[in-house]
């Protein structure tokens, strides 16, 4: 009688390590007690989603409060999902957001760390050690069923309301001699390796959510696949030993992950592992125009790539703002109330989750933006700007760097102040703010509305008036706005803004219709920054240039 030692030989002829062999290779962590392990394990898919980035930004919360450790995880057993360059490009997706690694892969082919390899297609040796290790203890056994045959039993399911899955009197192979096992192997059937599940489904396993609290279900009593035909594991399989054999204590993940849990709770059952602790976020959601709610969607949503944020300049710190008022409730509270500590002094607690899914605020996130902006220096914000614009607006780069003093003075209008502008929502909208004060971008066919004052003589005469006998580059705001006054009075503009109110068609306008004329005439907008230090920004000769077009 084949014994099932023996049987496991004949299935991984090639397996030269025992399992006591990784054990020793992959030591306890040297870690303060308390300290938290905990990873961000994507499949090189495609780009990183806004809700994966949240789960990263608080996976790597969590080490940097616990003097732990945060690792990255490529899990790439799933090879036609896979895509060129899907791992150069989640690594740069977390660079460009600073969620910064202690261990795992730094590019396509380079990891640092003493737990890899991080690539799970780099290690099937190892999965197959502890796949044969459970055919050893009779845990796991050979599957020969073809995938007609599976087909066939799920129809079969379908047809009579039952369970969809391999289990029970489904499990076919299960019931096999191991005699009959060998003979199959010997002949050159093919075979994947399934769970001899221990479950009875009729029984309930229950484990403690660090968001949702106390979770009961059903037991797994599915034979779920744990290496497939091409000696590489299934997700399940794979990343029970690698969050055991890199000492993962706390494993974050979306809540669609939670019906897992049953089959994860056997497998380090059955494997003989310590549990970590398990985190199921709430999906992030997304209104429609119709009310509708949905998950944030990468074939719908530009903003569900991280790389959207990136590509429209919103800092990475906003971003990372953003995020931590929807992982914990108290934060913005507690950020209103400490404006000069970051994200690294807030003390993160998974009881302050919610439960129910993240709804995704495009128009906070940039509100908090726009906070965050108004917030930087001058020279932070010509930083910002230049940064940008290298990648994405070369044109714009090369005029911030040819006037880098007067771009900053331009970047700290009404800045450094109790009240700072919040006009940029983010760097790639600050052209879009600034421009007309770079004669490169004041050419051309410009648009103006000049509000009240329309007649073109009139305009011409405003704007001669005040170049001719008004304007001093050397007056301080005061004097400079007595000289408005007087402009006003001279040319028959009412300085009485109560009066004009309670009579406006005694005057043909007031003193802000004057103002208007001077600030449309040189910058095209009603809608600007402080008149006077525009003024004194761009100078009298820039100023006569731009008033030439009018008188």
């Known amino acids: ?43 090189p898919t495609g780009f990183v989603h806004m809700g994966s980035l949240r789960s990263a930004f608080i996976a790597q919360k969590l080490p940097k409060d616990t003097n732990g450790v945060f690792y990255l995880r490529i899990e790439d057993t799933d090879g036609a999902r896979t895509v060129e360059n899907g791992i150069q490009g989640i690594i740069d997706d977390l660079k460009n957001f600073d969620i910064q690694i202690d261990e795992g892969m730094i590019s396509e082919t380079e990891e640092i760390g003493a737990y890899g390899p991080y690539i799970q297609s780099e290690r099937r040796e190892i999965y197959r050690t502890y796949a044969k290790s459970l055919v050893e203890r009779g845990l796991a056994y050979p599957c020969f069923c073809t995938q007609e045959e599976l087909d066939e ?17 489904y499990a076919k192979c299960r019931f096999l001699s191991n005699e009959e096992r060998a003979e199959r192997i010997r ?6 390796v399934r769970l001899k599940s221990p479950g009875d489904f009729r029984k309930k396993v229950s484990y403690q959510d660090l968001v949702r609290g106390k979770i009961e279900f059903p037991e797994n009593d599915m034979d779920i696949v744990l290496i497939k035909s091409d000696g590489l594991p299934l997700y399940h399989f794979a990343h029970a030993i690698d969050d055991h054999l890199m000492h993962t204590t706390h494993v974050i ?72 008022t929807t992982a914990n409730s108290n934060f913005e509270a507690w ?53 940008w614009a290298k990648e994405f607006d070369h044109e714009f780069a090369e005029i911030l760097e040819k006037y880098p003093e007067y771009s900053k003075a331009i970047f700290n209008i009404e800045r450094e102040q109790k009240k700072p502008r919040k006009d940029y929502e983010s760097f790639s909208k600050v052209k879009s703010q600034v421009w007309y004060m770079y004669d490169e971008y004041f050419t051309g066919d410009l648009t103006y509305d000049f509000g009240k004052i329309q007649d073109p003589a009139e305009i ?24 408005i006054k007087q402009l006003s009075n001279e040319l028959g503009y009412t300085t009485d803004m109560k009066a004009y109110r309670q009579n406006p068609d005694l005057y043909p306008g007031s003193v802000a219709d004057v103002s208007t004329v001077i600030r449309v005439a040189l910058t095209t907008s009603s809608m600007t920054p402080d008149l006077y230090v525009l003024l004194s920004l761009l100078g009298k000769e820039r100023i006569k240039t731009r008033f030439q077009k009018f008188m």
């Open 153 to 169: 039993t799920r129809k079969m399911q379908e047809l009579n309301k039952e369970r969809i899955g391999i289990y029970g009197s």
């Open 1 to 43: 009688m084949m014994t099932d030692k023996e049987l496991a030989e004949l299935m991984f002829p090639d397996v030269t390590h025992d399992v006591e062999y990784y054990e020793k290779l992959y030591p306890e962590r040297n870690l303060p007690e308390g300290a938290i392990v905990s990873r961000f394990a994507p499949s």
């Open 335 to 387: 950020w209103d109330q400490n404006p000069t500590l970051g994200i690294d002094d807030f003390r993160f607690d998974f009881k302050k989750m919610s439960v129910s899914g993240t709804l995704f605020d495009l128009e906070k996130l940039l509100n908090i933006s726009r906070n965050y902006i108004s917030r930087l220096t001058a020279e932070e914000v010509y930083q910002g700007c230049l940064t």
């Open 253 to 324: 993940r979306g809540e669609e992950w939670i019906s897992s849990v049953p089959v994860h709770l056997q497998l380090f059952q059955v494997l003989g592992f310590k549990l970590p602790k398990y985190a199921h976020l709430g999906v992030v959601m997304k209104v429609d125009e119709d009310g509708t709610r949905r998950k944030l969607s990468k074939r719908k949503d530009p903003e569900a790539a991280v790389s959207y944020y990136h590509e429209q300049g919103i800092p990475v710190p906003a971003v990372k703002l953003y995020l931590m």
């Open 460 to 483: 011409a005469k405003i704007l001669s008036t005040y170049l001719d006998k008004y304007f001093d580059e050397n007056d301080d705001k005061d004097t400079w706005f007595e000289k």
């Open 187 to 192: 002949r050159g059937d093919k075979f994947i």
